[in-house]
Structures are given as structure tokens and as C-alpha cells.
């Protein structure tokens, strides 16, 4: 039973280069969440998805972070221009919301390097 | 706002020593409560859910309670081995926004052979 895939699992980019980051969530789940995770600030919620549709983008840091889900098996976390503060490692989690469980289960991550 | 806090911040327990991580949160409305296991450079591995509703859950070694109206929960781990080492976060839902989790900064755990 595949778990949540991201890809790719490390990034060296350099600063002003356009960086995509890929997910796919467990099938059957409904929701998929992207995270980011630094040392100084933790885990931060970035954006949610219910049924392909954003609920709560608020966490995006600004607009050159951009989200979708195109469908329900796919989704990419985009960041134009990348600079050197956006380096961390970002999660990319799925639950569903059959019997109210909402467990959420995460992805191994994309460690994020922009030089 | 929903504060999640996890004290400590660190431990360090011999092997086969039971541990009890705490986990304490501002607002008692919660939905669910949710423990995470994080190993470096790894993601996040869910533990355990304890629903609203509940008063504990369990899972092998590993038994979470929760206790709402002081805003707490606890995660027991029973005779602990070298690779439970790791930090172990806990999350709840926030008020405001369905399926956003608010997470403690965690417990990191070492336990000595």
C-alpha cells in the first residue's frame, strides 16, 4: 500500500531559478495539505485541498508560491523566483474524511536548497 | 488561537525505561488530537489518533490519553528501545480552519542503550 510520494526528494537550486515540487496522496483521500518545515519556524501549513478545490491558502508566504490539483492523484507546490530564505524541507500530506478520522499521513519530503 | 505546547523539549532515558511525553493546548474544543513520530531527515510518521470523544488510545507499546478539560494529552511508550529515538510532535485541528493542524514544537528523544 504506497504511501504519499514527493518527488523529487532534494533540490539544489539556484537563487531566481523556478522550482516544482510534486505530490502524490494516498489514493481515496480526499485532502492533501502542503507543509514547510525550517529549524527557526517549524511546521508550517502552506495551502489545503478538499476534492481538488484550495480551502485555506493562507499559509503561502507570498506570490511566488503558487499551489494546484489538477486532479485528484496529483498535485505541485511551485515557487518563481526561488530565493535563498525559501530553503527547507517541504511535506506534502493527505487524510480523508470517511468516518471522521482525518488522520493525516505524510510524504518523505523535499529538502529544498537554493543557493 | 490554539497554542500547542511540548514539554520538555528534549529527553534522554536508559533502554526499557517507560516514557511519558506531554503534549498541553490552550482551547479544549478540539476535534481530534493526533501524535507524530519524526526521524532526522524523515517525515512525519502518525502514531496515533485520539478522537474527541475518546479518552485514550493504544497501540503496542505505545498509549496516548487525552484529558480535554485540562487540555492535555499524554504518549506512553512502555520499555522503551533504542529506535524509539526520535522527536514525537503532537497536533490539533485549529478552530478556524478544518484540516489545519496545529503542531508543538516536539520532544526530542534519545534513548540509551
Known amino acids: 500500500d504506497a504511501g504519499v510520494i514527493q518527488s523529487p526528494r532534494h533540490e539544489v537550486t539556484e537563487m531566481g531559478q523556478e522550482v516544482t515540487l510534486r505530490c502524490k496522496p494516498i489514493?481515496?483521500?480526499?485532502?492533501l495539505f502542503w507543509y514547510r518545515q525550517t529549524m527557526m519556524r517549524g511546521l508550517e501549513l502552506l495551502i489545503y485541498?478538499?476534492?481538488?478545490?484550495?480551502?485555506?491558502d493562507s499559509g503561502m508566504p507570498e506570490d511566488r508560491f503558487s499551489a494546484k490539483m489538477p486532479n485528484a492523484s496529483f498535485s505541485t507546490l511551485k515557487i518563481q523566483p526561488s530565493e535563498p530564505r525559501d530553503s527547507a524541507v517541504y511535506f506534502c500530506?493527505?487524510?480523508?474524511?470517511?468516518?471522521?478520522?482525518?488522520?493525516?499521513?505524510f510524504g518523505p519530503g523535499t529538502r529544498l536548497t537554493v543557493l | 488561537k490554539q497554542e500547542v505546547t511540548q514539554i520538555p523539549a528534549a529527553l534522554s532515558v536508559p533502554e526499557g525505561e517507560n516514557l511519558v511525553l506531554n503534549c498541553s493546548f490552550t482551547?479544549?474544543?478540539?476535534?481530534?488530537l493526533q501524535w507524530f513520530r519524526q526521524d532526522p531527515g524523515k517525515g512525519l510518521t502518525s502514531l496515533l489518533l485520539?478522537?474527541?470523544?475518546?479518552r485514550e488510545q493504544t497501540s503496542g507499546r505505545l498509549n496516548a490519553s487525552l484529558d480535554k478539560s485540562s487540555g492535555r494529552s499524554t504518549l506512553y511508550i512502555a520499555a522503551s528501545q533504542p529506535g524509539d529515538s526520535a522527536t514525537y510532535l503532537c497536533?490539533?485541528?485549529?478552530?478556524?480552519?478544518?484540516?489545519?493542524?496545529?503542531f508543538g514544537a516536539g520532544t526530542q528523544v534519545v534513548v540509551t542503550p
Open positions: 500530506a493527505s487524510s480523508r474524511t470517511s468516518g471522521g478520522a482525518w488522520e493525516q499521513f
Open positions: 482551547d479544549s474544543a478540539i476535534y481530534n
Open positions: 489514493s481515496g483521500h480526499d485532502y
Open positions: 497536533a490539533v485541528p485549529t478552530l478556524d480552519s478544518w484540516g489545519k493542524l496545529q
Open positions: 485520539i478522537q474527541s470523544s475518546q
Open positions: 485541498f478538499n476534492n481538488n478545490v484550495p480551502i485555506d
